[in-house]
């Protein structure tokens, strides 16, 4: 099973690129997570922002891998229990799928993405950074790994 963040959003802070390399190498190479970054779409004066999302929605479901679970990060989206994701990980594992989480850029997802996905996950009530998203679920998905496998790290 590969895992992989879709984001919108390139050259993130030093200290957001740094959180999520520090959980992404921590999964090892069964569940390896893999990040690819999208450019923001065009964003001027006047340009509408329905408009950015559809083109960066389009880039993300474009890049979704055939046969993949797709999972939309969206604050309107369902909560997730460590231990509902670490059960969640465990069944895609078991189907062998690979996993792709679509985190959208400044104005949001695309309606478009959050219909196709299979999941949309709300990491929290609040409206995160879209980068932050990064490091969130990286460490949300080594913290379910750590569940499944009964690593330590995580204290019930």
């Given at each position: 099973?590969?895992?992989?963040?879709?984001?919108?959003?390139?050259?993130?802070?030093?200290w957001v690129q740094a959180?999520?390399?520090?959980?992404?190498?921590?999964?090892?190479?069964?569940?390896?997570?893999?990040?690819?970054?999208?450019?923001?779409?065009?964003?001027?004066?006047?340009?509408?922002?329905?408009?950015?999302?559809?083109?960066?929605?389009?880039?993300?479901?474009?890049?979704?891998?055939?046969?993949?679970?797709?999972?939309?990060?969206?604050?309107?989206?369902?909560?997730?229990?460590?231990?509902?994701?670490?059960?969640?990980?465990?069944?895609?594992?078991?189907?062998?799928?690979?996993?792709?989480?679509?985190?959208?850029?400044?104005?949001?997802?695309?309606?478009?993405?959050?219909?196709?996905?299979?999941?949309?996950?709300?990491?929290?009530?609040?409206?995160?950074?879209?980068?932050?998203?990064?490091?969130?679920?990286?460490?949300?998905?080594?913290?379910?790994?750590?569940?499944?496998?009964?690593?330590?790290?995580?204290?019930?």
């Open positions: 099973m590969k895992l992989h963040l879709l984001a919108v959003g390139t050259r993130p802070p030093a959180g999520y390399d520090e959980y992404a190498r921590r999964l090892p190479r069964e569940c390896a997570l893999t990040l690819r970054e999208f450019p923001l779409a065009r964003r001027g004066k006047g340009e509408d922002a329905a408009r950015s999302r559809t083109t960066e929605g389009e880039r993300l479901l474009g890049a979704v891998p055939a046969g993949a679970v797709t999972v939309a990060l969206d604050e309107r989206g369902r909560g997730l229990t460590t231990r509902e994701l670490a059960d969640r990980l465990g069944a895609w594992r078991d189907d062998a799928r690979d996993v792709a989480f679509l985190v959208g850029g400044p104005d949001g997802l695309d309606p478009s993405v959050r219909e196709r996905a299979d999941l949309v996950w709300s990491l929290s009530p609040l409206t995160l950074p879209h980068a932050l998203v990064r490091v969130v679920v990286a460490e949300a998905l080594y913290r379910a790994w750590t569940v499944n496998t009964g690593h330590p790290y995580h204290r019930d």
